[in-house]
């Protein structure tokens, strides 16, 4: 299968966009993906070994979080799995004046 891998993870992939990993589920297609790059593992999962809050996953367009085997759903040769880092912020102060907000 094949792995996207976001822009700000790919110094750990050696640059790469996208990882092919021989997998039967998702969990797998992970393990796959940091036992070929071990430097992606604490970006990806807590000292626990759990998926970081802020790392969400989607299998062939579907949000694995609201599948019903999540992490254990099964995987072909031919599915995606892409990796997307939640984003965070909003428009501060100087983008309200921008926009001819009062503040």
Avoid: C
Wanted: glycine content about 8%; overall charge negative; hydrophobic content about 40%.
């Amino acid at each position: 299968m094949t792995i996207f891998i976001p822009t700000p993870l790919r110094t750990y992939t050696g640059g790469q966009d996208s990882v092919e990993v021989h997998a039967t589920s998702v969990t797998e297609a992970l393990d796959g993906l940091t036992a070929a790059h071990p430097d992606l593992r604490k970006h990806l999962f807590t000292a626990d070994g759990k998926l970081r809050a802020f790392v969400n996953l989607y299998l062939n367009d579907e949000d694995v979080r609201y599948l019903p085997e999540k992490e254990g759903t099964a995987v072909s040769a031919q599915d995606t799995l892409s990796i997307i880092p939640s984003i965070a912020g909003g428009v501060g102060r100087t983008a309200k004046r921008a926009w001819g907000a009062q503040i």
